[in-house]
């Protein structure tokens, strides 16, 4: 049986599909009690390996397991593991409840089961309609409710907030944060940060089917350093200024100001102002997961702007129980991983 931890734990997954490398040694833990996002951009894996997580998929090689067990080692798993992936397909002609009726009965939970995630969905008002006419948002409801049935445990889901609209995804976010507040894991994937970003406490971030950061979200945030943009009357001037008093994360920018890191705008007011340099303005940069998530992952804004800061460590296997780093080492080597085919920011 089953460990009843609702912990899922992803150990050096790989899936190949002939000459693509879909997902590539991958390895990460899911605890109970928060929701993780899984994240990273079109193509990076995360379908491939929730489907294997799943059992839709045989690995390559490596393990996926729900409560210490593979998926399909998990009795009735609809009882463990809930989720929704892409393309979740209806019987057009079958009405929501009529769906939910035939699920229920297949996973062995009383019709009255039905009523209660059509009302926890919200779909209760639509649920005598067919399923074929409904909005990708009410679709994305359903197959939610249809994971819900046996009231499971892990809840996994691809992708949930495709489709909503605002109010949808304020609900799911709702939703998601109390259904992990009671004990339970959800594990939710997304190509955007910014959809889940105030979803998730806890994060993994893929890249070319393989780890690039994992842990808190918090910890992430605070890696990333604010920048401030100065606008001096001579741009020159200031940037020698600053670096003749140690301050050497500076840059100038395309519009005439200068970007400096690792300084305070008291700091650098003061310095603009001994050396004589008018400064018409100044503005702080608030820390950019957007831009780290894109650094992370499609390495366009890879290279020097790079965090190198103390906390980062080069991920290594197996996964630190808190925050790795999974980005190249100094000096931009692609991460020491098997099969490695792909450069850090080359051509997808
Ligand atoms: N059945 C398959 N046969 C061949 N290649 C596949 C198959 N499934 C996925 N792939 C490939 O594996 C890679 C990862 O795909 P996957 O769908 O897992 O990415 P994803 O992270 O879910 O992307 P998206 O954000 O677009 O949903 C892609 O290059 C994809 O083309
Ligand atoms: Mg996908």
């Known amino acids: 049986m089953h460990d009843g931890s609702g912990r899922i734990v992803v150990q050096n997954l790989t899936k190949q599909f002939g000459a693509v490398t879909a997902v590539q040694n991958l390895s990460f ?29 045989t690995p ?64 209760t008002p639509a649920a005598n309609r067919k399923a074929g006419g409904f909005s990708l948002g009410m679709r994305q409801r359903l197959a939610l409710a249809t994971a819900l049935l046996g009231d499971p445990q892990v809840l996994v889901l691809d992708e949930p907030a495709n489709g909503l609209d605002p109010e949808g995804i304020a609900w799911l976010r709702t939703f998601l944060r109390s259904y992990a507040q009671q004990g339970r894991t959800v594990l939710v994937s997304s190509h955007l940060l910014a959809e889940v970003e105030q979803t998730i406490d806890q994060v993994v971030i893929i890249s070319h089917g393989m780890t690039r950061y994992y842990g808190s979200l918090d910890q992430l945030r605070g890696s990333q350093q604010s920048r401030v943009l100065v606008q001096p009357a001579d741009a020159n001037a200031l940037v020698t200024a600053l670096r003749e008093n140690g301050f050497n994360q500076v840059e100038p920018t395309q519009d005439g100001r200068v970007a400096v890191t690792g300084a305070t705008t008291q700091q650098i007011g003061d310095l603009a102002s001994k050396a004589g340099i008018a400064v018409y303005g100044m503005q702080e940069e608030r820390a950019d997961l957007e831009r780290l998530f894109f650094q992370l992952t499609s390495g366009q804004y890879a ?31 692609p991460p020491q991983q098997q099969g490695y085919q792909q450069g850090w920011g080359g051509p997808r």
């Open 29 to 57: 833990t899911v605890e109970p009690g928060s929701v993780t996002g899984f994240l990273g951009p079109n193509g990076a894996g995360k379908t491939t390996a929730l489907r294997m997580l799943l059992g839709l998929v």
């Open 60 to 123: 390559t090689a490596g393990v996926a397991t729900v409560n210490g067990r593979p998926h399909d080692q998990l009795g009735n798993p609809a009882t463990v593991v809930g989720s929704v992936l892409e393309n979740e397909g209806f019987h057009p002609k079958r009405t929501a409840r009529n769906h939910l009726l035939v699920y229920a009965a297949a996973v062995g939970v009383p019709d009255q089961r039905v009523e209660q995630v059509l009302g926890l969905v919200g779909l």
């Open 303 to 333: 290279g020097s702007q790079l965090p190198q800061t103390p906390q980062y460590q080069q991920y290594q296997q197996p996964p630190p129980p808190q925050g790795g780093w999974g980005g190249p080492p100094p000096g931009g080597q």
